[in-house]
């Protein structure tokens, strides 16, 4: 199934996607899809409406596309975890998920404006993996454990600051936190429909040049191993979202390195979860 959110910023109703690409209103059944939603049986109860056949039809004309989930308790992050991007830029193949941080303000739309920092000149661009987690998760014994916990799956779009990431500070937030830098969408495809996480493959074009081709089978840590793995030192809540890494092709690793500038359009689909696009502007 495939949830997403519709309306104006703060304004957003719960959908569902069906099969014939009609957009069903799911206000009857929760408020939002949010964390709350998902840790009540909100998946369910979608499912059940929908297969009903109660729930209103949407006009989608001029209706713009928010953030699959709202407001995420937490949005974890894992650098490096392909080879060929660690290859790329430099860095050693990491013993361990190499974890950080990144301010939930920053998710958006998948069709929103993202805009460049005051006094940036190395925003990069990053298509990733994002998994949505449906239940509390703690101590998880292991990745099969941890499947059982995760709602489904999005595209998301790790944009990145690198002078601000790498040159400011010795952590890497700073670089990762800017407003809007994380576009999310534009559906929540639950983890059944997706099936094998590591059989996807992700793309990315910027102003229609090929920049991303990369699979998830590539992943250094795979996605159960990565939520089990951080379940070990933070809990899990439903509606926090993990960012799994990039493939190769950020501007970081690119001859002549060629960075955002305002004007630019960037265009990401991940097979089976959507596609997004979004130019950019200046903050």
Known sequence: ???????????????????????????SVAPDIDGAFLASGGVDRARAAVEAGTLPELDVEGLRVGAPVARPGKVICVGLNYRDHAAETGAAIPPRPVVFMKDPGTVVGPYDEVLIPRGSVRTDWEVELGVVIGRPARYLEGPEEAAGVIAGYVVSHDVSEREFQLDYSSQWDLGKSCETFNPMGPWLV?????????????????NGVKRQHGHTRDMIFPVHEIVAYLSQYMVLQPGDVINTGTPAGVALGLPG????????????????????RQTFGQA
């Open 257 to 276: 390195t060629p960075y955002l500038r305002p004007g630019d359009t960037v265009e990401l689909e991940i097979d089976g979860l959507g596609s997004q």
């Open 190 to 206: 639950t983890a059944d429909e997706v099936g094998d996480p590591q059989d996807l493959g992700l793309r990315l074009t910027v």
């Open 1 to 27: 199934m495939k949830l997403l959110r519709v309306g104006a910023p703060g304004e957003e109703r719960p959908a569902v996607r069906g099969d014939d690409g009609r957009l069903l209103d799911l206000s």
